[in-house]
């Protein structure tokens, strides 16, 4: 055979492929349809988003996966699947930290797909309150940063707000230079928010060392600016490039290689254990001695591994605090629950912010 009817052969083998995945990928859907209709004839109201249920998809997906797609490609295409199975109904509507090309919005993509509604917001507390309007869905807010640290805003907001921690996604956080200009000594101005321009510190010290530098509410507004300016440049990353039309001058110019993201999905409802799960606390003690020790034995004697906890000033009195806790499991969990009710007693303050989903990929 020669090397035109082999490349035949399989263009031809490809073709029959594609259209057995179209074929199963539509039987798919109606399967979707069928259990949105089920939920509505017995009573169900509201979307039907299953975060437990599509954390257990995914990490069948890349449990399963033999390549050559790496199970990361893998797992964004089924999350697109069902990401437009469940936008057959009604798109999910997605608030959050805006506006159009930040992280955030990127981590919300790659959290529900592309068949979302977005809602782009100016701050963290405007998500908030979107949510618990029932304006949107669901909002997504950053929490903390690999490099920088915790994001103080958004836990505070958990002091006033009723809402639910519903999820997670961790974002690889990499910043390019976007310009118009074609070279860097052409640069006179770089835009961009203040966390970004400290995690590429070095590079712009080594790099542009006498450039100004002048910080914007977010990336996203920083690549808007430099869209009219051609001697200035942003730091930002590929979506906000994409959005708004800026090519890119040099890529990856993060200090640190693994700069990661992390960010919050939330919400108003209970979310079902899914056999990987993240419990969440907002507790708080008296100021005595031995306190925080108290509060913390529970875990221990009960074998829960704490993963996180962050200080927070109460906003009750001088020097009183809270404290955020992340745990493993969740709080049906027999080892969890028990630990939990041990440590309402020792608590002044007590709320389960969520159980949640560990992020998959």
């Known amino acids: 055979m020669s090397e035109a009817e082999s490349l035949q052969a399989l263009r031809e083998q490809i073709d029959a492929l594609d259209r057995q995945i179209q074929a199963l990928i539509s039987a798919r859907a109606r399967c979707a349809q069928q259990v949105g209709a089920l939920k509505q004839a017995a009573g169900a109201t509201g979307n039907f988003y299953r975060p437990e249920r599509e954390a257990q998809v995914l990490r069948r997906v890349i449990e399963t996966n033999q390549g050559p797609l790496s199970s990361e490609e893998m797992a964004r295409l089924f999350r697109e699947i069902m990401s437009a199975c469940l936008a057959l109904e009604e798109p999910l509507r997605i608030a959050f930290l805006g506006p159009e090309g930040t992280f ?22 405007e998500v908030f309150r979107e949510v618990e309007a029932g304006s949107a869905d669901y909002g ?55 966390q970004s321009l400290a995690q590429c510190r070095e590079w712009l010290d080594a790099n542009l060392p006498r450039v100004e530098q002048i910080e ?12 009219d300016e051609l001697d200035a440049a942003a730091i930002a990353g590929q979506c906000a490039a994409d959005i708004y039309g800026l090519p890119t001058l040099v890529r990856n110019i993060e200090d640190e290689p693994n700069n990661t993201t992390r960010f919050l999905i939330i919400g108003t409802q209970p979310i079902a254990p899914s056999g990987d799960d993240k419990t969440a606390l907002l507790v708080s003690s008296l100021n005595q001695p031995g ?6 034995e529970p875990l221990a004697h009960n074998n829960v591994s704490l993963n ?30 028990k630990a939990l009710s041990e440590l309402r007693e020792q608590a002044s303050l007590f709320r389960v912010l969520g159980s949640y989903p560990k992020g998959v990929l």
Request: proline share 4%; net charge neutral; aromatic share 6%.
């Open 104 to 125: 955030t919005q990127a981590a919300a993509l790659k959290h529900f797909g592309q068949s979302i509604h977005s809602i782009p917001l100016r701050a963290i507390d």
């Open 291 to 296: 306190s925080l020790f108290r509060l913390l």
């Open 308 to 337: 996180r906890i962050e200080s927070r000033p109460s906003r009750r009195g001088m020097w009183d605090y809270v404290f955020f806790i992340d745990l493993d499991g969740h709080a049906q969990d027999p080892a969890v629950a």
């Open 216 to 227: 914007l509410s977010s990336n996203a507004e920083a690549a808007l600016q430099v869209r």
């Open 140 to 194: 997504i807010v950053p929490v903390e940063n690999s490099t920088e640290g915790v994001v103080n805003h958004t836990l505070d907001m958990f002091l006033q707000s009723p809402l639910r921690i519903c999820g997670e996604v961790q974002m690889r956080i990499n910043h390019h230079l976007i310009t118009h200009a074609a070279a860097l000594q052409d640069i006179r101005r770089i835009y961009s928010h203040r």
